[in-house]
């Protein structure tokens, strides 16, 4: 079922971190669709449709914007019970990436882009259609991203693709 619309969102590609992520989707050895190496990634902002107008003012806009770098310790497993997905996230995220998700979705508000979350959660997705009550303890893996990402996502029969439009390089970490 392809389609043409323009559902965008920005992301950290976390594909360096696969063979690790790939490890540990092994070991939990989850029911569910297991994220493909490919399309592992940390988002920043889910935009949602956007028309081409506001995809121009966007590109603008994150031009100008400053991008730290920054490092996270992905310490924790949860799942987002009614969305069906087992994530791995940081117990504490750093300030830089928290203060540049703020950013962005005051920007994204002003227009008129996205829908504003509850609360920002950084995760990098494992399993989708996933169902369980425990999940274990598990050894921290770093990640330190090196690029912002906007993405387009084309819904498929086999689930999401993700390309990548616009990469971002950010600032040399000074944690």
């Known amino acids: 079922m392809a389609n043409d619309d323009n559902r965008l969102f920005l992301a950290f590609s976390a594909k360096e971190l696969a063979p690790a992520l790939q490890a540990l989707q092994r070991r939990l050895a989850l029911s569910g669709r297991r994220i493909p190496p490919e399309q592992l990634h940390l988002t920043l902002h ?4 956007c028309s081409p107008e506001q995809q121009a003012s966007l590109l603008k806009q994150l031009t100008r914007l400053p991008l730290p770098g920054f490092t996270l310790e992905l310490d924790r497993l949860g799942c987002f019970p009614r969305a069906g997905v087992v994530w791995l996230g940081p117990s504490t995220p ?11 979705e005051l920007k994204c508000r ?36 090196q690029a912002l990402c906007l993405y387009r996502s084309t819904l498929t029969d086999q689930g999401p693709v993700y390309d990548c439009l616009k990469r971002w390089p950010l600032a040399a970490s000074r944690e």
């Open 46 to 49: 889910f935009l949602g449709q």
């Open 94 to 104: 750093p300030p830089a990436l928290m203060a540049l998700a703020d950013t962005v």
């Open 110 to 145: 002003a227009l008129g882009i996205g829908k504003p979350h509850r609360a920002y959660r950084p995760h990098i997705t494992l399993f989708r259609h996933c169902k369980t009550d425990k999940l274990p303890a598990i050894t921290p893996i770093h990640y330190q991203p």
